[in-house]
Structures are given as structure tokens and as C-alpha cells.
């Protein structure tokens, strides 16, 4: 059905696409799999009409093809869910899900069959409780990456492109997305669907391409039965083993984090937990359980009631400056919107939350800086390893990288840990964790927040389960399983 | 109203008078350099227009305007071109006589006479010959026309309004000084006064306003006929006329005004931008060391003040040609 | 995990999914920003039935006030969609004045004032285009491109008038639109309302209007969702332009003339409306009601000083801090720049 | 996995691998925005030296250009700064105003020459800080808040100095700063060029530039670093209001007056030469080195047109032809508002 020969596509100083093939047929999931910034968001580009290929053909249905623009892209019948959400804040649901392809007559909007198309959508989409008339920008990052999806369900097409749509999503919302796309395919409709999660691969692909540094390494090989070490190494060039790393032998120091009765009213309500140095703690939850609002509670972002105390003085509430003076780092879950400054060079970056250290009245010592940017874009092997291009050119892993490394600089007592591997590939993961725990044997506590429970008990030490803005429970990780913590977080049931 | 006043091409200068003597023979030749604010409006376009005239009339001049602006700063480096061309004689007409003053001086001090035009320098020393209009003896002849109308009408405690121009301009406080005594004489006071910016527009919205805010007006003095044009609006949609309105500068518009007879505008009192003529004839003849033949003295004086006049129907035909398009 | 239908439990507590709330906040948010702008117009309301109750509060006045505002007014629409769609436009002020200048010079007077109206909205228009086209396909950045604008159309204009004002027969049609009452209210009041309500109807009820608000808020999900992001840029700066043409028929009315001089400074006012009135400088979000709210603020501040014959130094002063009152009535809301 | 660090082979095979190339535009594309400025400059000087040969390439025209650019260079300095920090300060011109006319009351004056400096600078910074606190702790948008300021500052001055324009003594310390020159240049040229060399600094070598960039860049993951978004905000006003404190004393020197007409319109200046110089209007990103070059470009055509006699009508429409070559000459890059 569709044909990707030889493409190529160059930016400014990176050879993104240096030779690609794809076919995908109808009515299968084609699953893109690759490192970070192995060039999957920028094929996909390719196809949707935003990026030009320098070389290469498309065929559609035996015909060629050159989308020129996202317009013609969707014309050829070709909807795309882009990996950063893209949605407009001031628009509502409907709005945003018929963005260019509005219900109206001779211009005239009509809103009532907009929202009725809308619900149906939505509906469609196990999210009937979305309202067509809410503003986007008050939607959670869930909500938005449904309405992401609605948006590409809206055009009658016969491909369809998700680049990462699980990422924002938790495990029950993954089941729901996984029934549209059978549903999709079972039309004829083909679907390519990029994601990090080896195991969602299984479940719903049918056969995979594999991209490294923007060249096709392996094509259409079967998602079932290919040994996931094969699709490693085949990604990476090396074996990883998909493990977490042990934990610390020796017990966990003085209380970091003490936290009390902490409450912020229609977020969460009455908190209390404790963080231990070298301890790592994760909190379980369904998306939307109020687990990212803890996290900026505690760190002062975010207003509420309760007692903080860090390293045995109580915080000041609302202060994000006394938090990161006394030794907090937060590395929140949008990374775009939160955390980097897209046009600023990966050191800049890297040091924006410990620019004192680097100062002395206030006067940069830049040679430093430099050399400790260079270390760590080493040490978090970010590539391509030149610390003084402009964040924006990273690919999403590694711009999480990015962000991760902002807090391994200055002395930390405690980090607060958002969704650290959201959008990060199988490789850098198991570096990621090896470099959080690697900071949890220094001393350090960390809490980490992450939707993938498996991730959660094999990481953490100790595991907080928050359901519905309230923890229910609480253990070390060695005494849950995947399926106690899915059963506590969905029901509610506190073994 | 004039029917096609944009279609009568009187654009051109008036033609000054020939001079009395051998004044007008050709002598030395002389560079004679120019700066004034920016001719957004009527009144200045008219002095730069006149001056330009002027000085093509005589083939001994050089004329040298400069960017006109109304930025001070711009102003005075465009002197400072002036002065480092080393030109003969200056004529300037600052936007503000007394933010000029060091640069004039500068030009004084390297011998370059400075002809010092309308606002004037505070320090004598910053030039050689001052000639300008008379604001405060406007503003007198603006009030005794208005008294003297309303003292015959026998009203008491008339509502007199004044319109100003650019409030922050010496120029206006003057204007409303000399008004403000003369409507003393006659026991009369300003009811109200706004100040617009010398636009069409501004006069509009002023107007506009101070129609609302009194119901009932027995004269209204308006510093400017540019501006007037926007006044004059303003009455004629309120559908106002049961005052006296008098104007200032003498524009041809104005003029006409007048000379119909049915305009509430019944006077208006002058402030001719035919000194602008005066001073590059003054600036030739200091720069080639002549005097002013009618006067005895060998130089030209100091200072030259010229009479503001008051035009009224009456003698409206004998102004008319002098009164500038605005 | 094949249980596809998510257990109810966690579904009012999902981002979006609780919407009653949400929708509540909205509206009474929206309502609010439009409240803070409506108290303060009552306030000074009051201050001017205080101060001059004999006045103040007549129908004369009222018109008055709307008269005056109605020029400017009429620019602000344009403005609001200019920067509703992420944009500025520093022209609009001397695009007016060469509209006017255009359409009073001596040739297009010959033709009558229908010619002259056309001649105003097609300058207007014209103008606004090339600015549209600088922008959107020159790739100027606004402020730069409409600053240039407003530089090169003044000059134009005095270029074309030899800086004169311009006269319109005072008897004509164009002044009958500020003389000319239907029910004591001047005809250019009316055209001032007709204005505002086809860009209301333009901005919420079209899909020009949803774009507008798209290439505004996100240029690149615009792109993305298939629109001509470009030639939407153009059309708004267009649109300005042609409000400017029918703003420069209304001075021309009011003054009976055509001068160089008008529109001045009108660009900081315009701007300065639309912001009060709610919309955000940075795009993707607004209204057309705040900001004629704005404006009227402005027009009355004005209204109230010269009434009372305050001195312009006080009126600035007072005007100063009526704007920062009103403003603080109706803080800015949910994401703005600075924190 | 405990080899945290990761092994070096997979460095080299990496897709953007190749460092040096990108280094190399990256640096050249930063050449290349300002090459543009330096190209417009270039013609600029030719047409200088062609049109008026004997006048132009004089050490007294230079000088001259600079004298004239001091006042408004200062101030973009601070612009700059502000505008990269994601604000906007309309009331710089009005600020200076104020501070000189307050430095030049009679009061002032009996102290002598250095309290009046100090005078300026304080009322400057002071105007500023109210600003700064407005915008940071107010919630005000910066347009609306700083709109404000230059209303009101323009009305106090005009209040204090009674609409009149004070004089200094002629012979004093403050004006020995436009008359006393160093190897022929004036002393101010030599303060404005000392108030950009600490600009530089403060912008590119200390942590405070670093955070100006943050603040404008995002203000959101400012925050969320640790930077104390507010303050620093409100710091970005005060050192804009200091600039104009530093401007009041140059244009006091300049003129030997104090006046509430000074600096009428410098705020669209000095924007204009920033947002030229490649700095967002959205703050974010910029340089000092392009703002001060867009000043001089600025600068430059003024001064050609008074060597070269323009009528003004002429120039405007030369001025805004100008003003889109020199930034077609330098495209705006990357990721921009508008399409
Ligand atoms: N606009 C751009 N300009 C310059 N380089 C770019 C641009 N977009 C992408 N790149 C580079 O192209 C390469 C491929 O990026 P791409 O986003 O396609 O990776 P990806 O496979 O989607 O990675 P991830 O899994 O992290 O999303 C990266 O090296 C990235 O830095
Ligand atoms: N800006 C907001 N305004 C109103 N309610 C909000 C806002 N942000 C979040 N909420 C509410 O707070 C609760 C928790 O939200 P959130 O999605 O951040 O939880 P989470 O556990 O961190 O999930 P995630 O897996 O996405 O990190 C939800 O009920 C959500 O609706
Ligand atoms: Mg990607
Ligand atoms: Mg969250």
C-alpha cells in the first residue's frame, strides 16, 4: 500500500534520514522501532508532508507520491498524531478535533454539528466524558493526547501515523487506544505506530522496521516472534539487557523528606509520607491521580497545605528557590513546556538550575561550565554529543536526557523525578536507571513518578500507590507485583 | 465653506515686495543654512515653503535646508551639519528655543551670525538677530476683539472657551497670557481651556468635548486655524453658532471663512509665516554686512517683532493673498 | 491489561473529565475579565454623573462620546483580529491618514463620494495587503514590517497632499454621514456598529475566525491541521487595512478633510484597547467585546477630563492610573509571558 | 547495568555525530544575522560617500552620529534586556523625561551637577522599579503597565516643570559632557559606549544574562529551576529605568535643559532598533551587539538625510523603504511568530 524508497533527509549539520525504506500494508501495524533520534519522528514528517526528503520516492497505492505540505499529505488520505502534542490552548475540543476541516457552510462554522461529530469521535474513543466545548489548554496531558487522536480519527483516512500516542498515556488508557487500532485496521486502514515499549509491540504490531542513524536496519520482521534481544541489538548495535540494577545492599541514611497531612484542595488531600537518603521512592497511579501535583507540592511549585520538611527544616510553602537552594531538583513531566529552553544550547540548559554554582559575584566561569556540560553529555551519552547546539535539534529522548542532567549538577538532596523516561529508548533507559540509582548510592533520595508500573517496583525501593489524590498504600517493591499495584490503583482495593 | 480650495494652486509664496534700495542688487555670494521643525503642519510648511521661495529669488544665495524634525536631539545635529559645512549665515526656528540655545551659541561662537526665527533663544549671546511673530500681542488682540464684541452685545459673565495648541510650547503660554489680560480690561475671564495638538484632528475632539461640557458659549478663541479646520467641524455637527469664534495664524481657509459672513468664525488674529521671507532676506543681507536701507542704522537691528494683526470681514480682501494654504 | 472500557472510578478525576467544574470556571473566568472591564466603566460612569450631572448623562453627550470613538474604533476590530492571529500592526494610524489623503485629493474628488469612499477602502485595503504580503511571505516580523509601514505611508501622505489639509465640500455626502442623525444618533455611529457586529460574527461564527485564533495561539498545529497559515497572516493585516479604509471615510466625515496629520498615535491606542479588553499579546486568545470595552474606557477617561476641564498634565497623570486600576480589576489570566 | 557511563563506541556511529560542521553553522548562521546588519550599514556608509563625498567621512559626522545616537543607544541598552526577558517597556522615553526634568527643578539644581546625575539615575531606576513591581508582583501585562507609566510619567513631568523647559546652567559640569572632548570625541559618547561594554557583560558573562535569556525563553522552566522569575522581572525594569536615568543625564548635557518633551516617541525607536538587531519580540533571544547595530543603522539614514537636504515627506517614505531592505538583508530565522 505504501512504499518508502531510499529517503533522505538532511538538516543543518545532521544527516537525519540517510537512506530509508518502508512498506507498510493495508490493514496492518506497522511498528517503527529506534534509538533516540534514530530518525522516526523525522520519516513520519516526511510522509506527513511537513518535511521535504532531500532523495527518495513514496508510492501510495502503486502511485507516486510527494506530499508538499500537511495539506496535500491529508488530502492523500494520510492522518498523523505528532509526538509533541499540537494542539491549540485557546481552541476548545471541537474545535481543535476540525482544525482545517471545520463543519461549516460558506465559511459559517456550524457549531452544533461540530459537537455532535466531536462526541462521536470522542465516544468512539472511550472518552465520552470530553466535553467538545472545554478549552484544550485546561485539559490534562491525557486528555490532550486523546483529543490528539480524535483530531486524526476525524479525517477519513486510509493511514494512519502515531508517533509515540502512549506516552502521555497509562496502562488501561493504552488498552483503549490498542481496541480503536484493531478496530482501524480491521477496516483496511493502515496504521504506523512508532513506540519505546517493547511489550505494546508485541500486543498490537503485526511487523516492524527497525531505523538506526537514519538508515533501515531491518525491514518487516515479524512482531510476535522476534526475539526482543534481536530487536535490541539491532537498534542499539550492542546487547542490553533490560534490567533494572541492583538494589543497595547497605540500608537507607537520615530522613531527607518528611512530608505531613499535605493538601491541596481538588489535586490531592492529606499526604504524608518520607523519603530516606539513598532511598528510592515511587509512586504508583493512574494518570490523573494527582501524582505530579505531589511532586510540585512538595517541591514549592504548586500552593497547599501540610508540612514539608527537608533534611529536618520545614520548607517555606511556595517557594520553588528555597526548595532548589536547599537541595531539591525537580525534572518535570512536560519537558517542552516545563523544563527547556528550546532555543538555548544543551549547556545552557544543562546548568540553568545551578547557575550560582558556576559564578562567583555573579560572573560566569564559562570554561567550567563547559567542561561539566561536556561530562555529562558523555555520562548521559547524549547524542549528537555537542553540547553547544540548540536543544530544539535533540530529538525527545534526548532532550529528557537533557533535562535529567540539569539535577545531577550541584548538591542534591533530593530529587523529584516526573516521568523520567517518557519518550526514552530501550538503551538509554537502562542507562537512565542505572544513573538514577547510581545517584541513590550517593546518598541522594529520590521520588520517582511513572506510569509504567513495572518501571515503578523494579526501580524503587519502596512504592506509595495514589489513587484518586490519596495514597492507599504503601510497601516496600519487593513485596508487590505488577498485578496487586494495577488491581490497588484501578480499584481501589488496598491488599 | 470654499468649494475646491485643494484645486486653487496658490501654493506659491507670497511675492515679497522688492526691496527699497540697491538692496536686492547681487553681492557676495552667501551660504545660507536652515532648520525647522518638521512640516506636519500648516503653519511650519508655509515657513519652510516661504524661506525656500525666498531664497531662490535671489541668485546670490545658496540655500541649505536640513531634515526638519521635531526630535530635539535630531535637531541639534542637524545644526551641527550646518555649522561644520561652514555656512554663512543660519536661520533657525527650533522646536525649542530654549533646548537650542548651546547649539546656537556653538554656531555664534564660530562666527556664523544665527538669524534666530519665532521661538526665541533665551541668551542674546546665541544669536545675532531675533524676528517673530508677537504670541502675547495675539493673544491681546484675540481678547479685545472677543471683549469688545461682547461688551456691545452688554452680556455679563460671559462663557469664554480657548482652545489651545501644543501645550508645552512657551509660544501658548504666551498666547493665553496676553488673552487672558486683555479679556481682563473688559472684566472678563476664561471659562475653559483645553489645549489640542495642532491637528486637524485633535481640534475635532477637543471641540467636540468642550461643546458638551458648556451648553451655552458666548465667544471661543482657537490659537490655530489649522486645528480650526477640525474645530469648525466639531460646531457645525453639534450645530452650534450662537458665538463668537475667533481664530489665530491667518489661514487662507480661515480667510474664506470669514469673508462669507455666515461662519460663527468672525476673526481671526495673524501670526504670518511670511517672517520666515523676512528673516532669509535678513540672514542675506547680514551675511554680506548690509543694513536695512529704510533704517538709518547701517545694520540690521537686534530684534524685529511684527505686529499681529486681527482680520475681520471688513478687511478680509486686503489679507487674503498673504494668508498661507493650510 | 484487555480490559479496554476504563472502570467509571477514574473517570471524573482525568484531566479534562470533569467538566461541569471546569466549564464553570470558564465562564465565570470570561465573565469575570468582562466584569472587571464593565466596573470600571460604571465607575466612571459614576465619577461623571457626580461631577457633572447636568452633562454628563445626556443624550448628546452619549452620542458624542460614541462619535468620537467610533474612528478609532472601528481600527481596534481590525487590530483585535491582527493580534488575536499573533500579529501587530503599527500602521494602522497613517494607513487612515493616506486613505483620507487619497481619497480627498482634487482628482478622486471629481468623482463624488461614492469614488471616494471605494478610493479610501481600496487604498486601505491595498496597504494592508502589502503589509500582509511583507509578513506573511517576506517573512518581516510584524512590529518591523508595520513600523516601516507607518513611516512610508506618512510620508506618502503628506507626499500626495503637500503636507495641506485637505478639504471635502462640507455639504457633501461623506460629511452627511456625521450630520445626517437616524433617531438622533449620527449615521457614522451606526456604521461603527455594523462594524463591530460583522467582526464579532467574522471571529466566533466563520472559520476564518477559528483560524485566526489557531495561527495565533499555535502557527505550527495550524500548519499541521492543514491550513494556509501564510495566507491567513496576509488576510489579517488585509482585513486591518481595510477597517482603516472605512475608519478613514469616518474621520474624513467628521473633520471634512483629509490630512496627513490624522490617525496620530492611533496605533498605541488601538493596541492599548485590545489589551485592556483581555486579548493577549501574544496571540490565540480574545474578544471582540473586550476590546470595544477597552475602548470605550479610553474614550470616556477623555470624555470625563474635558468635561471637567482638567489640564492635560493631570489628565495624564489620572490617566495613568485609571489604566492600571482598571487592568488590576481584570488581572491577566492563565498563561501570559512574564510570570 | 552498572556501567553507567556509557561505552565510546557508540559515540562516533551516532545519526548527528558530526560536531564540527555543526558547530560551524551554527556560528555561521549567528555571522550571518548580524553579516546582514553589517551589509546594510556597508550601503548605508557608500551612499554616505557618494551623495555627499566632502561631508560624510568627516571625523566631526562621525562624531556626530554618535553624539546623536548616545541618548537612545542607552536606552536600548535596557530595551534589550527587557525584550529578551519577554517584556516590553513603552515608557522608557517618558521615564527619561521625567528623571531630567526632575534633575533640573530648581531645587535640584542648588545642589550642584553630581546630585543631579544622581538625581536622574535614581528617579530612572526608581520609575522603573514601579514598573518592575507592577508587572512582577501586580500581574500587569507589560504593555498595559508601562503604557501606563508613560502617560503618567509625561504628566508629572510636565507638572513639575509647569509645561516649561528648565534650563541648565550653561557653563556646568553636566553640560561639559556634550562640550569636553577626549582625542575629539565627546565625554558622552564615551558613557554611551561604556553603558554597552557592561551591557555585554551583564548579558553574556554573568548569571544574570543567563537568566534574562531563561525568563524570556520560558518562563515556566525558569521557575521550575530555581530562578526567582518575579524578582528578576522586576529587576529587568529597573535596570531599563536606570538606562533612562543614564539617557536624562546625556540628552540633559545635550540640550542643558530638563524637559517633559524629551524622548517623545523614543520607545518605538528603541524597540524598533532591538527587534532589527535580531532580538524577539518574544523574548528569549537576542544580542546586544544587534541592537546597537540596528541604532547606528537607524542613526545612519537620519543623518544622510540631513547631510543630504531631504524634504521630510521624501525621507519617511525612504526611512520605511530602508527599514524592510536592511531586514529582508537579514531574514528573521528559525522558529518565529508569524509563519
Ligand atoms: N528541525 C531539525 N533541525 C535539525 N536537526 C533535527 C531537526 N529535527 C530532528 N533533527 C535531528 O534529526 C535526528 C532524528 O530525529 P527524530 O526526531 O526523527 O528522532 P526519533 O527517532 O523520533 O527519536 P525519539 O525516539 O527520541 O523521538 C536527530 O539527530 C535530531 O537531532
Ligand atoms: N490546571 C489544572 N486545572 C484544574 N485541574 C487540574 C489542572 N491540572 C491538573 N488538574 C487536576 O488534577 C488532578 C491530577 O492531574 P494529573 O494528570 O497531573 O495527575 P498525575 O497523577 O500526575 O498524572 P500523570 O500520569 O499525567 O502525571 C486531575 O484531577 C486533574 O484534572
Ligand atoms: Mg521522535
Ligand atoms: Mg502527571
Same mark, same amino acid.
Given at each position: ?53 532531500? &532523495? ?23 492522518? @498523523? ?29 456550524? @457549531? ?86 517493547? &511489550? ?15 538508515? @533501515? ?8 516472534? @522476534? ?23 547497605? =540500608? ?26 539513598? &532511598? ?75 547557575? =550560582? ?30 553540547? &553547544? ?107 | ?57 535671489? !541668485? ?16 541639534? /545635529? ?41 521661538? $526665541? ?48 510650547? !512657551?509660544?501658548?503660554?504666551?498666547? /493665553? ?28 475632539? $477637543? ?38 469664534? $475667533? ?16 461662519? $460663527? ?62 | ?34 466584569? *472587571? ?35 478609532? *474604533? ?63 511571505? +517576506? ?77 495565533? +495561539? ?44 490624522? *490617525? ?19 496571540? *490565540?486568545?480574545?474578544?471582540?467585546? +473586550? ?49
Amino acid at each position: 500500500m505504501l512504499v518508502m524508497r531510499g529517503i533522505v533527509k538532511q538538516f543543518p549539520g545532521v544527516r537525519a534520514l540517510d537512506g530509508v525504506d518502508l512498506d507498510v500494508r493495508a490493514g496492518e501495524v506497522h511498528c517503527l522501532l529506534g534509538q533516540n533520534g534514530a530518525g522516526k519522528s523525522t520519516l513520519i514528517k516526511v510522509l506527513a508532508g511537513v518535511h521535504q526528503p532531500d &532523495e527518495g520516492t513514496v508510492e501510495f497505492n502503486g502511485a507516486q507520491v510527494r506530499p508538499s505540505g500537511p495539506m496535500d499529505a491529508i488530502r492523500l488520505g494520510f492522518a @498523523t498524531i505528532y509526538q509533541e502534542l499540537d494542539l491549540v490552548d485557546g481552541l476548545s475540543v471541537a474545535d481543535n478535533i476540525f482544525l482545517g476541516h471545520e463543519h461549516a457552510r460558506l465559511g459559517f462554522v456550524n @457549531t452544533g454539528a461540530g459537537h455532535r461529530a466531536a462526541r462521536q469521535v470522542l465516544e468512539r474513543l472511550g472518552h465520552g466524558e470530553i466535553r467538545p466545548s472545554t478549552e484544550v489548554g485546561r485539559l490534562s496531558p491525557a486528555a490532550k493526547q486523546v483529543v490528539s487522536m480524535a483530531r486524526a480519527l476525524s479525517h477519513d483516512a486510509r493511514l494512519i501515523i502515531m508517533d509515540e500516542p502512549s506516552a502521555a498515556l497509562a496502562h488501561d488508557e493504552v488498552a483503549n487506544l490498542f481496541r480503536i487500532i484493531r478496530e482501524l485496521t480491521g477496516q483496511g486502514v493502515a496504521v504506523v505506530y512508532i513506540s519505546h515499549r517493547l &511489550e505494546e509491540i508485541r500486543e498490537i504490531g503485526d511487523r516492524v522496521t527497525v531505523l538506526k542513524d537514519g538508515r @533501515t536496519v531491518a525491514v518487516g520482521l515479524p512482531a510476535r516472534d @522476534t526475539p526482543t534481544s534481536r530487536i535490541v541489538s539491532l537498534m542499539t548495535g550492542r546487547n542490553v539487557e533490560y534490567v533494572f540494577p541492583p538494589r543497595a545492599a547497605r =540500608p537507607p541514611g537520615d530522613q531527607v523528606l518528611e512530608v505531613e497531612g499535605l493538601t491541596s484542595p481538588g489535586a490531592f488531600h492529606d499526604v504524608s509520607f518520607s523519603v530516606r537518603a539513598g &532511598e528510592i521512592v515511587g509512586l504508583a497511579g493512574l494518570v490523573g491521580s494527582g501524582r505530579s501535583e505531589i511532586l510540585e507540592a512538595v517541591y514549592g511549585a504548586r500552593p497547599a497545605s501540610g508540612s514539608v520538611v527537608l533534611a529536618g527544616k520545614r520548607l517555606r510553602r511556595g517557594g520553588v528557590v528555597t526548595s532548589v537552594r536547599r537541595g531539591m531538583g525537580l525534572a518535570p513531566e512536560e519537558r517542552k513546556a516545563q523544563a527547556l529552553l528550546l532555543d538555548q544550547s544543551v549547556t545552557a540548559n544543562i546548568t540553568l538550575g545551578s547557575l =550560582p554554582g558556576f559564578a562567583r559575584f555573579g560572573w560566569m566561569n564559562r570554561a567550567r561550565e563547559r567542561a561539566e556540560a561536556e561530562r555529562l553529555v558523555k555520562a548521559l551519552d547524549i547524542r549528537p554529543p555537542d553540547p &553547544e547546539r540548540p536543544v530544539k535539534t535533540l530529538s525527545g529522548g534526548n532532550q529528557q536526557k537533557a533535562v535529567l542532567a540539569r539535577w545531577l549538577l550541584g548538591s542534591r538532596r533530593l530529587l523529584l523525578l516526573d516521568e523520567p523516561t517518557r519518550g526514552v529508548d530501550v538503551g538509554a533507559r537502562a542507562e537512565l536507571y542505572a544513573v538514577i540509582r547510581d545517584l541513590a548510592d550517593q546518598g541522594i533520595g529520590v521520588l520517582l513518578v511513572s506510569s509504567e508500573v513495572p518501571e515503578v517496583l523494579g526501580l524503587a525501593d519502596r512504592v506509595l500507590v495514589v489513587r484518586e489524590g490519596a495514597v492507599i498504600h504503601e510497601a516496600a517493591a519487593g513485596e508487590l507485583d505488577e498485578h496487586r499495584v494495577l488491581d490497588m490503583i484501578m480499584n481501589g482495593r488496598a491488599a | 465653506t470654499s468649494n475646491e480650495p485643494s484645486a486653487s494652486p496658490t501654493t506659491a509664496a507670497p511675492q515679497p515686495a522688492p526691496a527699497a534700495s540697491g538692496n536686492d542688487e547681487p553681492g557676495d555670494k552667501v551660504v545660507i543654512g536652515f532648520s525647522a521643525p518638521a512640516a506636519d503642519h500648516g503653519w511650519i510648511a508655509a515657513i519652510a515653503k516661504n524661506a525656500e521661495a525666498t531664497a531662490k529669488q535671489y !541668485p546670490d544665495i545658496e540655500f541649505k535646508p536640513v531634515e526638519p524634525t521635531n526630535d530635539i536631539n535630531q535637531q541639534i /545635529s542637524a545644526v551641527e551639519s550646518l555649522i561644520a559645512a561652514k555656512v554663512n549665515a543660519l536661520v533657525i526656528l527650533p522646536n525649542d528655543g530654549q533646548q537650542l540655545n548651546q547649539i546656537a551659541l556653538r554656531a555664534t561662537e564660530a562666527g556664523i551670525p544665527v538669524i534666530n526665527l519665532d521661538r $526665541v533663544f533665551p541668551d542674546k549671546l546665541a544669536y545675532r538677530t531675533w524676528i517673530g511673530g508677537d504670541n502675547y500681542g495675539m493673544g491681546v488682540a484675540a481678547g479685545h476683539h472677543i471683549g469688545k464684541a461682547l461688551k456691545d452685545k452688554g452680556v455679563s459673565n460671559p462663557v469664554i472657551v480657548e482652545i489651545q495648541g501644543i501645550a508645552t510650547l !512657551p509660544l501658548t503660554q504666551d498666547r /493665553s497670557k496676553g488673552f487672558e489680560d486683555a479679556l481682563k480690561t473688559y472684566g472678563f475671564s476664561v471659562t475653559a481651556k483645553q489645549d489640542a495638538k495642532f491637528t486637524v484632528e485633535t481640534g475635532n475632539q $477637543v471641540a467636540t468635548g468642550l461643546l458638551q461640557a458648556h451648553k451655552k458659549i458666548d465667544a471661543m478663541w482657537n490659537h490655530d486655524d489649522d486645528q480650526g479646520v477640525g474645530v469648525l467641524a466639531a460646531i457645525k455637527e453639534a450645530g452650534r453658532n450662537e458665538f463668537v469664534m $475667533v481664530g489665530g495664524a491667518g489661514s487662507a481657509n480661515a480667510m474664506r471663512e470669514i469673508q462669507s459672513g455666515t461662519s $460663527v468664525l468672525q476673526a481671526t488674529v495673524t501670526y504670518s509665516p511670511t517672517m520666515a521671507s523676512s528673516a532669509i532676506k535678513l540672514a542675506r543681507l547680514i551675511a554680506q554686512g548690509k543694513g536695512m536701507s529704510d533704517l538709518v542704522e547701517n545694520q540690521v537691528p537686534q530684534s524685529i517683532t511684527l505686529a499681529s494683526e486681527t482680520i475681520t470681514k471688513e478687511n478680509v480682501e486686503k489679507y487674503l493673498d498673504l494668508g498661507f494654504e493650510s | 491489561m484487555s480490559d479496554a472500557r476504563r472502570p467509571p472510578a477514574a473517570v471524573p478525576e482525568t484531566g479534562g473529565a470533569a467538566p461541569p467544574p471546569a466549564r464553570a470556571t470558564l465562564n465565570s473566568l470570561t465573565g469575570a475579565r468582562h466584569l *472587571g472591564l464593565l466596573v470600571a466603566l460604571g465607575l466612571l460612569v459614576v465619577v461623571g454623573l457626580v461631577t457633572r450631572p447636568e452633562n454628563f448623562a445626556t443624550a448628546s453627550n452619549l452620542v458624542s462620546i460614541l462619535s468620537l470613538a467610533a474612528t478609532i *474604533g472601528v481600527i481596534t476590530v481590525g487590530a483585535t483580529f491582527v493580534i488575536i492571529g499573533g500579529g501587530i500592526d503599527l500602521s494602522v494610524g497613517a494607513i487612515m491618514a493616506l486613505a483620507s489623503v487619497w481619497a480627498t485629493t482634487v482628482a478622486t474628488q471629481e468623482f463624488g463620494p461614492v469614488v471616494m469612499a471605494v478610493c479610501a477602502i481600496l487604498v486601505g485595503t491595498g496597504t494592508g495587503l502589502v503589509n500582509g504580503l511583507l509578513i506573511a511571505y +517576506g517573512r518581516l516580523v510584524p512590529f518591523i514590517a508595520t513600523l516601516a509601514m507607518l513611516v512610508a505611508a506618512r510620508g506618502l501622505a503628506q507626499r500626495m497632499s503637500d503636507r495641506k489639509t485637505q478639504l471635502i465640500d462640507g455639504e457633501g455626502a461623506i460629511a452627511a454621514l456625521s450630520t445626517t442623525r437616524i433617531l438622533g444618533i449620527p449615521l457614522l455611529v451606526y456604521i461603527f456598529a455594523l462594524v463591530v457586529v460583522l467582526g464579532w460574527i467574522l471571529l466566533n461564527r466563520t472559520t476564518f475566525g477559528r483560524r485566526t485564533y489557531a495561527v495565533g +495561539g499555535n502557527p505550527e498545529a495550524a500548519r499541521l491541521a492543514g491550513i494556509d497559515v501564510r495566507r491567513h497572516t496576509m488576510l489579517l493585516y488585509a482585513l486591518s487595512g481595510l477597517c482603516c479604509g472605512i475608519a478613514a471615510i469616518l474621520i474624513m466625515a467628521r473633520t471634512t478633510t483629509g490630512s496627513s496629520t490624522h *490617525g496620530d498615535l492611533y496605533e498605541l491606542d488601538a493596541i492599548a484597547a485590545v489589551i485592556i479588553g483581555g486579548t493577549l499579546l501574544t496571540g *490565540g486568545r480574545g474578544t471582540i467585546i +473586550g476590546s470595544i470595552l477597552g475602548l470605550l474606557i479610553f474614550t470616556l477617561i477623555t470624555n470625563l477630563f474635558i468635561l471637567n476641564g482638567l489640564n492635560t498634565s493631570d489628565q495624564l497623570i489620572a490617566k495613568g492610573l485609571i489604566i492600571v486600576v482598571a487592568v488590576l480589576l481584570q488581572r491577566r489570566n492563565l498563561k501570559e509571558r512574564a510570570p
